[in-house]
C-alpha cells in the first residue's frame, strides 16, 4: 500500500521555523523524484520544492527561496523541509508529493497545516 505521510505542521510566530516530514512507503522511493506542494486559503496548489531522486539538487519557489530547505534521507525514505523566517502567507496546507522519473505515477500524502500567525 502506497503512503505519504506527512508530519511536523503546526501553528508559528511571523519569523517562526518549522520542519516537515514525509514518512514514503509502497514504492520505489528510489525511482520517484519527491516534492512539497502548498495550497493556500483561496488559493491555487503550488510547488515550493524538489529534491532529485540522488537528493544532489533542489529547486525552489522564488517566493521562499532562501528560507526553505529541502533534503532527504534515501536510506530511510523521507524527505524534509526547513522552513525557516516563516511569513503570514506561508499560512497552506503542505502536501508531499511524488512523481515517477518517468512519468506518469503520482503520489500525494493527505497534507498538513502550517499556520503563520501572531
Known amino acids: 500500500q502506497v503512503q505519504l505521510v506527512e508530519s511536523g505542521g503546526g501553528l508559528v510566530q511571523p519569523g517562526g521555523s518549522l520542519r516537515l516530514s514525509c514518512a514514503a512507503s509502497?514504492?520505489?522511493?528510489?525511482?520517484?523524484?519527491m516534492s512539497w506542494y502548498r495550497q493556500g486559503p483561496g488559493k491555487q496548489r503550488e510547488l515550493v520544492a524538489s529534491?532529485?531522486?540522488?537528493?544532489?539538487?533542489?529547486n525552489y519557489a522564488d517566493s521562499v527561496k532562501g528560507r526553505f530547505t529541502m533534503s532527504s534521507d534515501n536510506a530511510k525514505n523521507m524527505v524534509f523541509l526547513q522552513m525557516n523566517s516563516l511569513k503570514p502567507e506561508d499560512t497552506a496546507v503542505y502536501y508531499c508529493?511524488?512523481?515517477?522519473?518517468?512519468?506518469?505515477?503520482?503520489?500525494w500524502g493527505q497534507g498538513t497545516q502550517v499556520t503563520v500567525s501572531s
Open positions: 529534491i532529485t531522486r540522488t537528493g544532489g539538487s533542489t
Open positions: 508529493h511524488a512523481a515517477h522519473w518517468a512519468g506518469g505515477t503520482v503520489y
Open positions: 509502497g514504492f520505489s522511493f528510489s525511482f520517484y523524484v
